[in-house]
C-alpha cells in the first residue's frame, strides 16, 4: 500500500497523515521487497555493496555506516518516536557513549542520581577520565537540576521512570530549562518504551533506547538505539556512529523489526500485568515497601499520568525485615519468573539490583537512593497473571 514512498517520505508521511502507534509499528520504514514482492525486510547479510563506477552506488557503501535492514529499523524507531531520524547501535550503552561523544574536555553533565549502573560506570569511570564533569542530582526535581547549570553546561541526561525505585522526571519541565539555557537535553527513555512515553514531543532534543529491553521484547537481541529531529545533531551523531563502528549487523536488526510489531500488545499486557502485581504486592504483609508509579501515593503519579500513556512494566519491593540471605532466598524461589539481569521481555524476570545490575555502583551511593540490600526489582512478563500472582505467593511464604 506504501510501495511508492521513498523510506524518508515514508517517515514523514506516517506523522503527517497521523497515523497512530500500532500502524506504524507494523509498517514504518518498510516496504515490499522492490526485486521479489517479500513482504518482511529482507536481511542484507552484506559488509559492502557494488558500485557501478566508482562512488556511483545506491546509497550503500560498506555496512558499519549503512544496511537496509538496520535502515529500516531505523526509520521505524524514529516513526515511534515521532522523531525524524534514527540511528541502531549494537548495544544500549554505544547508543549512549555517541551521545557522550559530543563533549569535550572541560564540559559538564547533569544527570541522575538514580541511573542504570552502567551508564553511571560509564560516565564515572570512562568519561570522568577524559575531563567532562558529572552532576547527580534528584531529576524529580527539576530545580536540582537548575542549580547545576553553569555556562559549561551540555547536557542533561535523564531517565524516568528511574531504575529501580521507579522516580519520575518532568520531561517538559526539564526541557524548558534546557532550551532556555541552550543545553541538550537527552532522555533514556528505556523503561518507558515508544508506546508509553514520547520525549521528543515534550522537548527532549535526543532520545536513546535500550533495544535489548522492551523495543526487542524477546530477550534474543543486545541493541541500543537514538531518535532525535534535528538533522545537525544527527548529522553529528551518525558521524560518531560510522567513524567508533559500535553499530548492530542486519539479523539482529531483522529480529527487532519483528519484535517491534508487536510492540502496543505487549507494553498494553506489561501493564496490565504490572497493575495487577503492584496491587496484590502493596497489601502484602512481607513487603515493607513497593514502588509503581500508578499508586496515587507515589510522589510522581501526577506526572505519570500527564506524560505516560500507562505506568509500565516495572514493580519494585522491598522486604519487610529481610537480611541479604533472607533476600537471597526469596529471589532464587521463583518458579515462572526467572532470576536473571534485564527487563522487558515476554518472560517475567526477577533482579537483585544490588548485587545484579546496580552492582557497579558503590554501597554507600547506591543505599543514598534507595538501592537496599533487601530490594528486588520486578520486571513483569506476559504470561497469564494467575500463575504470576501464584508464583509471587510461594515465594513470599
Ligand atoms: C539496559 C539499560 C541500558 C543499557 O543498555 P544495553 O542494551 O544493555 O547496553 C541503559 N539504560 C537503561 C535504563 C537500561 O535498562
Known amino acids: 500500500m506504501f510501495d511508492n514512498f521513498t523510506p524518508l517520505l515514508f517517515i514523514d508521511s506516517l506523522i503527517i497523515m497521523g497515523y497512530k502507534f500500532a500502524t506504524k509499528a ?3 520504514g518498510q516496504h515490499a521487497d522492490p526485486t521479489t514482492g517479500a513482504v518482511m525486510t529482507p ?8 558500485q557501478a563506477a566508482p562512488g556511483d552506488h545506491k546509497g550503500y557503501e560498506y555496512s ?4 537496509p535492514t538496520r535502515k529500516a529499523l531505523e526509520d521505524c524507531l524514529a516513526a515511534l518516536e515521532n522523531g525524524r531520524h534514527g540511528l541502531a547501535f549494537s548495544s544500549g550503552m554505544a547508543a549512549t557513549e555517541a551521545v557522550l561523544k559530543l563533549l569535550a574536555p572541560g564540559d559538564e553533565v547533569i544527570t541522575g542520581d538514580d541511573l542504570y549502573g552502567g551508564s553511571y560506570r560509564m560516565f564515572t569511570k570512562v568519561y570522568e577520565r577524559y575531563g567532562v564533569k558529572f552532576h547527580f542530582v534528584d531529576t524529580s526535581d527539576p530545580l536540582q537540576i537548575q542549580e547545576k547549570i553553569t555556562a559549561q ?5 535523564i531517565e524516568t521512570p528511574t531504575n529501580p525505585t521507579l522516580k519520575l522526571a518532568d520531561i517538559a519541565a526539564i526541557g524548558q530549562l534546557a532550551k532556555a539555557a541552550g543545553v541538550l537535553f537527552a ?8 508506546y508509553l512515553q514520547n520525549p521528543l514531543d515534550l522537548g527532549a532534543d535526543i532520545v536513546m533506547h535500550s533495544v535489548t529491553k522492551y523495543i526487542g521484547g524477546h ?26 563502528g559500535g553499530t548492530p549487523g542486519p539479523q539482529d536488526s531483522f529480529l527487532v523489526l519483528r519484535g517491534i510489531k508487536t510492540l502496543h500488545l505487549r507494553m498494553q499486557s506489561h501493564c496490565e500485568n504490572g497493575r495487577q502485581v503492584a496491587k496484590y504486592l502493596r497489601t502484602h504483609p512481607r513487603i515493607a515497601k513497593i514502588y509503581w508509579p500508578g499508586f496515587e501515593d507515589h510522589p510522581g503519579h501526577a506526572v505519570a499520568k500527564r506524560q505516560m500513556r500507562d505506568f509500565g512494566g516495572m514493580v519494585s519491593i522491598v522486604l519487610k525485615d529481610a537480611s541479604l540471605a533472607d533476600t537471597f532466598a526469596v ?9 536473571a539481569e534485564s527487563l522487558g521481555g515476554v518472560e517475567s524476570l526477577i533482579n537483585h539490583p544490588a548485587t545484579m545490575t546496580h552492582g557497579s555502583i558503590p554501597k554507600e551511593v547506591r543505599e543514598r537512593v534507595g538501592v537496599v540490600d533487601n530490594l528486588i526489582r520486578i520486571s513483569v512478563g506476559i504470561e497469564d497473571i494467575d500463575d504470576l500472582l501464584a508464583d509471587l505467593e510461594g515465594a513470599l511464604k
Open 26 to 28: 507494523i509498517h514504518a
Open 43 to 50: 536481511i542484507y547479510q552484506t559488509s559492502t555493496y557494488r
Open 64 to 67: 558499519r555506516g549503512t544496511n
Open 153 to 157: 553546561t551540555r547536557l542533561i541526561w
Open 187 to 194: 532522555v533514556d527513555n528505556t523503561f518507558a518504551s515508544p
Open 219 to 244: 530477550s534474543d537481541v543486545v541493541m541500543g538505539a537514538l531518535v532525535v529531529n534535528d538533522k545537525v545533531l544527527y548529522d553529528k551523531l551518525f558521524f560518531y556512529y560510522n567513524a567508533c
Open 331 to 339: 529471589a532464587s524461589s521463583f518458579k515462572v519468573f526467572t532470576l
